[in-house]
């Protein structure tokens, strides 16, 4: 997993540390010595978890819980991370009303899940002259659609498509 190197018991470097024990308290400087008699007391672990500072951070924990807590930690992270994919809806101008309808279902699906979504009108061969009958379908799936949306980007041509994208709203 990506969880970082931390030194433990007699892998610490340092001389001194400053330590906290394992009720969170802390003790203060002592030397690594006396640090890990304690925590050989204590029947746990000498943990480094600030090596950068100077004396660096140690502290009495049970190390596997650490690890554990740790790794728990970044799959909540990864989760959090997580993007929403940007789904795609491709219309033609002899798109029928029902096809519409299925269209605009599907979309309404995608934006119930949190997903965005590019809308994409495509013109085939001499269709290119007629862009007001792109705009008029672009009008009319998105008045079909159930789903509240929130239009992110105004539509725009890119070669031979017309495209918009949308967003569900909070």
Do not use: W
Request: aromatic residues 6%.
């Amino acid at each position: 997993m990506g969880i970082t190197r931390v030194r433990i018991n007699k892998f610490i470097r340092a001389q001194e540390v400053l330590l906290i024990d394992e009720t969170g308290k802390k003790v203060g400087a002592v030397p690594l010595a006396e640090a890990l008699k304690l925590a050989e007391d204590a029947n746990l672990d000498l943990v480094e978890v600030a090596p950068n500072l100077t004396p660096p951070v140690c502290k009495i924990l049970d190390f596997g819980k650490y690890q554990y807590a740790q790794a728990k930690l970044q799959m909540e992270q990864r989760k959090q991370n997580k993007t929403k994919d940007i789904k795609e809806m491709r219309l033609g101008l002899k798109i029928s009303d029902h096809d519409l309808g299925v269209k605009s279902k599907k979309v309404n699906d995608f934006l119930g899940k949190g997903h965005k979504v590019k809308i994409t009108v495509r013109f085939k061969g001499r269709e290119i002259m007629h862009r007001n009958l792109g705009h008029e379908i672009l009008k009319k799936f998105l008045s079909t659609m159930q789903e509240k949306y929130i239009l992110d980007k105004e539509t725009t041509m890119q070669g031979k498509q017309m495209i918009t994208f949308i967003s569900p709203s909070k």
